[in-house]
């Protein structure tokens, strides 16, 4: 399969999704991990990424879900790595193991601090910045890279200028694709991407579209990730703390309308943070037009 999906939204734009995941800590996690994975892989997404934890926490775990995806779905994987915990020639080797396994798709960040540092500091002859590790990846091999943008600014950015600035380097290092951060209220997508293109940016800036599964988890997530949580969000899910399948539908109708609202500003790709659960994600692309299409393979997911 692996290729993009050629459904369209209901203003008949046509769109290509795709799907993060984040490697499992726990037996349990792993199956519901799978069980997911299972579940969207017949929407055809464009690619599914891997995270990779902070400090690389997570390193050996993100390099085996990789290879699973590789090896036991038809899925393309993309695999995320990040500046942080090892030196220039570890991370080379760590791209030339996935470049010689099959992966042909990373998704390339600085990385956040390790538990209990308060900010980033380059490891002894590490690469220092996105911009760098794309540098060193392109350098390497013929890799499509994906990377990070944050359209309400990185909370270390100064400004959204500086945002945008950074970004650049990383598009003239040799990136790809740009991946933004979840966000609630489009404008903020529109007001950056115009200032992309005016800064002369004119690769895919492809918005991450976050279901709302827990308010209180997701709004823990944006004040660590410069992303804001509109009153009208809170204001959907006010006075239903006991009612799981209301939750649900509010979700659901508020990624959905969201997606829709972008869809008909001309945006054609999506990226849907999944926190390892399927239904609200493969709901909202139901919704939206997509629809389950002949998965070539599966063998031996769990």
């Not at 203003?11 to 792993?30: D, R």
């Not at 829709?260 to 909202?284: D, K, M, P, Q, S």
Request: glycine share 6%; with cysteine; aromatic share 10%.
């Amino acid at each position: 399969m692996n290729s993009t999906n050629n459904n369209s939204d209901d203003s008949g734009h046509p769109f290509s999704v795709s799907f993060e995941f984040f490697p499992p800590k726990t037996a349990e996690m792993e199956e519901t991990l799978w069980t997911s994975m299972r579940r969207l892989e017949p929407l055809a997404p464009h690619f599914v990424s891997v995270t990779y934890g902070a400090g690389g926490t997570t390193r050996q775990r993100t390099h085996d879900t990789v290879r699973r995806v590789l090896h036991e779905t038809s899925l393309t994987p993309a695999a995320h790595l990040t500046c942080v915990g090892a030196s220039q020639a570890e991370i080379d080797e760590i791209a030339d193991a996935y470049w010689y396994a099959g992966v042909r798709h990373l998704v390339a960040l600085r990385g956040d601090p390790p538990v209990g540092e308060t900010s980033f500091v380059p490891s002894p002859d590490g690469y220092r910045y996105a911009s760098e590790l794309v540098a060193g990846l392109r350098r390497r091999h013929d890799f499509e890279i994906s990377v990070a943008c944050f359209p309400e600014g990185h909370p270390e950015t100064p400004s959204l200028a500086a945002e945008v600035d950074n970004l650049k380097r990383k598009i003239e290092a040799g990136a790809t694709r740009a991946l933004t951060q979840f966000f609630f209220d489009n404008e903020f997508f529109f007001r950056f991407r115009e200032l992309c293109a005016k800064a002369g940016i004119n690769v895919p800036i492809v918005p991450g579209i976050m279901p709302i599964t827990n308010l209180k988890q997701t709004a823990r997530f944006a004040a660590t990730a410069g992303a804001s949580v509109p009153a009208f969000v809170y204001e959907a899910f006010d006075g239903l703390d006991n009612e799981p399948d209301l939750r649900q539908y509010v979700a659901m109708t508020l990624a959905t309308d969201q997606v829709r609202g972008l869809a008909a500003e001309g945006v054609e790709e999506f990226h849907f943070y999944t926190l390892n659960r399927a239904e609200l994600t493969y709901t909202i692309c139901h919704l939206l037009g997509l629809r389950p299409q002949p998965v070539e393979s599966i063998s031996g997911a769990a």
